[in-house]
């Protein structure tokens, strides 16, 4: 399995709403990333997780909360999000440190609208 | 600061032809380069990578050039096809210590004519 599956793939969440966003990989991969993509623009990194636990948030607000169980899961909870939050949001997974090569492998996103 | 950018918004092509696209990054301390590809409602694709100690590496269509000097990536595509058409960014993994932290160019929109 080469694949890193998010669901779902489309959610309309209103403002006072809380909602999840999964992310599951079974590559064996150690290290998992949430980004997040407007429209014409590149991917923004907004975490990071090396062998389950946090290693990088880019300031993210806290209306967006990772979580990771397990070295297979990903999670990003959702709660009081602005319409300005709407994007595509990326899951992907590598092998933490230096040496390995391939780069990164993405999901398809969940593409989030907040109304 | 860290960034990653590109000449060309976009980039249209004939069907047959190469093409090249450029990239510009300015965190001399990155050792490591991807380029990816996007289709409309996809994730990012991988296609090929380089690290700073080489200066050309080749896939399938695909050839990746770095020049540390002047601190450019490009990716040339031989023989375009209808399925290239994508956007394509550059992407660099700066050296920081304990993590990894990839972080993507602004990406160019290719185009392939029929």
């Known amino acids: 399995d080469t694949e890193v599956t998010q669901t779902p793939k489309h959610l309309v969440m209103g403002m006072t709403n809380k909602k999840s966003l999964k992310c599951e990989q079974h590559?064996?991969?150690?290290?998992m990333y949430w980004y997040k993509q407007k429209a014409k623009k590149p991917p923004e990194l907004m975490f990071v997780?090396?062998?389950?636990?946090?290693?990088i948030n880019e300031s993210v607000p806290s209306r967006f909360s990772p979580e990771c169980p397990n070295s297979s899961l990903l999670n990003l909870h959702l709660h009081a999000l602005q319409p300005e939050d709407s994007a595509l949001y990326l899951c992907?997974?590598?092998?933490?440190?230096?040496?390995?090569?391939?780069?990164?492998?993405f999901g398809s996103g969940t593409r989030l609208t907040v109304v | 600061g860290e960034s990653v950018g590109l000449h060309l918004p976009t980039l249209s092509v004939q069907e047959g032809d190469n093409s090249i696209i450029n990239c510009a990054y300015s965190n001399s301390a990155s050792d490591y380069f991807i380029w990816y590809k996007q289709e409309s409602g996809k994730g990012p694709q991988f296609i090929i990578d380089?690290?700073?100690?080489?200066d050309k590496r080749q896939g399938q269509r695909v050839t990746v050039l770095l020049n540390k000097t002047v601190k450019h990536l490009s990716l040339q595509i031989a023989a375009t096809q209808p399925g290239d058409s994508a956007v394509y960014f550059c992407a660099e993994i700066p050296i920081i210590q304990g993590a990894q932290k990839l972080v993507f160019g602004q990406g160019t929109r290719l185009t392939i004519n029929p």
């Open positions: 590559m064996g991969h150690r290290a």
């Open positions: 997780y090396s062998y389950e636990k946090l290693s």
């Open positions: 380089i690290r700073s100690n080489m």
């Open positions: 992907a997974s590598s092998q933490p440190g230096r040496g390995r090569s391939g780069g990164y492998t």
